[in-house]
């Protein structure tokens, strides 16, 4: 079974800085896309960042110059450095994988159980 264990949230005033983790465990082929999302009260999960296993990254536009996501591929595991945090960024944040599973062709997203980072101002 396939788990993605989510760690690092929590409370922090305006301008203040977070780190969140996300490690893969269980029994799967290859790693793809990495990434996080978030969802804010009353408002859709969005794209918060994204790292592919050619290292390439994409950023939402609310977090460009602020927030950086790297991948450790031995760890299986896809960081996020939260800086400058504003009060907008509180929400719960969500890692997300693609993973390849045994004697399956396809890629397959996990989610993980979610993260609450809640800024102050």
């Known amino acids: 079974q396939v788990q993605l264990v989510e760690s690092g949230g929590g409370l922090v005033q305006a301008g203040g800085s977070l780190r969140l983790s996300c490690a893969a465990s269980?029994?799967?082929?290859?790693?793809?896309?990495m990434g996080w999302y978030r969802q804010a009260p009353g408002k859709d999960r969005e794209l918060v960042a994204i790292?592919?296993?050619?290292?390439?990254?994409n950023y939402a536009d609310s977090a460009k110059g602020r927030f950086t996501i790297s991948r450790d591929s031995a760890k299986s595991a896809v960081l996020l450095q939260l800086n400058s945090l504003k009060p907008e960024d509180t929400a719960v944040y969500y890692c997300?994988?693609?993973?390849?599973?045994?004697?399956?062709?396809?890629?397959?997203?996990?989610w993980g159980q979610g993260t609450q980072v809640t800024v102050s101002s």
């Open positions: 790292t592919t296993s050619s290292g390439s990254t």
């Open positions: 269980g029994s799967y082929i290859s790693i793809n896309t």
């Open positions: 997300a994988a693609d993973l390849r599973l045994p004697f399956v062709s396809a890629f397959r997203r996990y």
